[in-house]
């Protein structure tokens, strides 16, 4: 609850809010601008908040590497949006981390605190924004619009290590898990209710590792394991299934078979005769057997909109000769497609910071070479390793179209200075019930990495949820939100009738 008096004893203000206020609430007074909490030793909260009526907005201030003093501090924003309910003490309180890394869990707050109404009734929901972004010190490295090539996108991630120098280190996923369990003890709650998006299955994993103790319940959304394979082998499985799928469920439209042949034809044609293009931004691209492969990967990602419904009709054209929709197709194509942020919120926050997701996926990311080698060493690593790879396991786009299609797989750190090899967790992961939910037709965090994710666990179930793409909650009847929901309130799989309801992608087959 924020209360704003126009005047008057505030401090009889702050009595009356410790005897109403439920004894884990942050109960803020905003006195001239300044906001005091009963009960908050290092906290700063703020009356500026995010998009939501109601929400506290705090910062905690905290070591920059909790293992190394001398590296300074960093500013670290919550804010909370209390239950609806306020006849009655809130249930638990859940905290969600929309993924990327470096997507702003305040730009998603609207739309979390829409889509987890049910929830919000009777439980409370924490979001921490990652330090790095927005309002959590965001971090500039001077990374801007990506280069148009898989080699000076991999030569800026390597600048960008370069440009934020030593304080790199200090962006790592348990420094993140231990910021979110360090604003759960300074809100005074014994244990949090987790729900994690895509990167957030991560982070999530990891702050269940670190501080086993503090965990109720797990949500993991779009998971992938701690230890995942930086070949993106079984992200090609699933980008094959999907399209299989998709022409399955077409009504004839397509045949899966004869558009993976398609697309192995028209990646063999664009390897030898690149298409030139200028982007929305005007810079100057081509379309390659890479930018094919990250068509299909980007519109199958986004499995539950129109994207890969085009993808048979885009191939077939281009094919034929019309390359416009192939052109218009990697337009589309978006910057970091690991992020799983809106492109925007319609909030005044920051939806990504590159150069947060560059530091974490650096530090924390398995990698394909020795990190402590000079980067001709892990080059020349790196190199033998892809071409040790079979041809076929890429299959209909080739192993080094695939392998530099995807922002966060491949090579994309080994440039990044340094040796910060932290170490994503620690310890066994608590024995608490787990439900791990995987688009169906989502090559990003595939049903088969989210089946690895779950045997992290003793207690996890995992639900495969058809005709969707990645973070399957983002389909708009409400129906997965829903089942998400009521895990986190009752500890078990209830009712999943509603996801027989959510329909096929409509396959185009016209201009």
């Known amino acids: 609850m924020r209360v704003r008096p126009s005047g008057g004893d505030h401090r009889g203000m702050r009595k009356i809010l410790r005897k109403i206020c439920a004894p884990a609430a942050v109960c803020a007074v905003v006195v001239g601008g300044v906001v005091a909490v009963p009960g908050a030793a290092d906290a700063r909260v703020r009356d500026d908040c995010v998009a939501v009526p109601g929400a506290e907005c705090g910062t905690l201030q905290v070591p920059l590497v909790r293992s190394r003093p001398e590296m300074g501090r960093t500013n670290v924003a919550y804010a909370v949006i209390r239950h609806r309910d306020t006849s009655r003490p809130a249930k638990g309180m859940f905290t969600v981390n929309p993924g990327g890394p470096g997507d702003s869990a305040f730009a998603r707050a609207a739309m979390y605190a829409e889509g987890f109404g049910g929830l919000l009734r009777d439980h409370d929901l924490l979001l921490v924004e990652p330090r790095g972004v927005g309002r959590s010190d965001a971090l500039d490295c001077g990374f801007d619009v990506p280069p148009a090539t898989r080699d000076g996108f991999v030569r800026a991630v390597g600048g960008c290590g370069t440009a934020l120098g030593a304080r790199a280190g200090g962006y790592t996923s348990a420094e993140i898990a231990d910021d979110i369990d360090a604003v759960r003890a300074e809100l005074g709650v014994d244990r949090l209710d987790l729900l994690g998006e895509s990167y957030g299955t991560y982070l999530m994993s990891v702050y269940a590792q670190r501080h086993p103790e503090n965990v109720r319940s797990i949500v993991l959304s779009s998971a992938y394991p701690i230890d995942f394979d930086m070949w993106a082998r079984p992200n090609v499985r699933a980008a094959r299934r999907t399209i299989g799928v998709l022409c399955d469920r077409s009504g004839g439209a397509c045949d899966g078979r004869a ?227 009521a895990f986190l309130r009752d500890l078990r799989v209830g009712d999943t009738a509603c996801l027989a309801k959510i329909p096929p992608v409509q396959v185009r087959t016209a201009a």
């Not at 890969?308 to 197709?329: C, K, M, Q, S």
């Not at 779950?454 to 969707?468: K, Y």
């Not at 909650?473 to 129906?479: F, I, L, M, R, V």
Request: negative net charge; hydrophobic residues 35%.
């Open 259 to 485: 558009v993976l042949r398609d697309l192995d034809r028209l990646s063999d044609r664009l390897g030898k005769r690149p298409i030139p293009y200028t982007t929305l931004d005007g810079v100057k691209r081509v379309v390659d057997g890479t930018a094919l492969a990250s068509i299909v990967y980007n519109g199958a990602t986004e499995g539950s909109s129109e994207s890969i419904g085009n993808v048979p009709y885009v191939v077939r054209t281009a094919l034929r000769g019309d390359t416009g929709p192939l052109v218009e197709a990697a337009r589309q194509v978006g910057p970091m497609s690991g992020s799983s942020a809106p492109g925007g919120s319609g909030e005044e926050e920051q939806p990504f910071n590159p150069a947060q997701a560059m530091a974490v996926m650096c530090n924390d990311y398995p990698t394909l070479w020795d990190r402590a080698a000079p980067v001709k060493t892990r080059l020349r690593q790196y190199a033998a390793g892809r071409a040790a790879l079979p041809d076929e396991e890429f299959w209909p786009f080739g192993k080094t179209a695939w392998t530099s299609a995807i922002e966060d797989r491949g090579n994309t750190c080994v440039r990044w200075p340094g040796h910060q090899a932290a170490g994503p967790a620690h310890g066994p992961m608590p024995d608490v019930p787990v439900l791990v939910v995987s688009g169906e037709l989502d090559p990003n965090t595939p049903t088969e990495e989210g089946r690895l994710a779950a045997r992290q666990f003793r207690r996890a179930s995992v639900l495969e949820v058809p005709n969707t793409g990645h973070v399957a909650e983002k389909e708009g009847s409400g129906c997965v939100a829903g089942i998400e929901s």
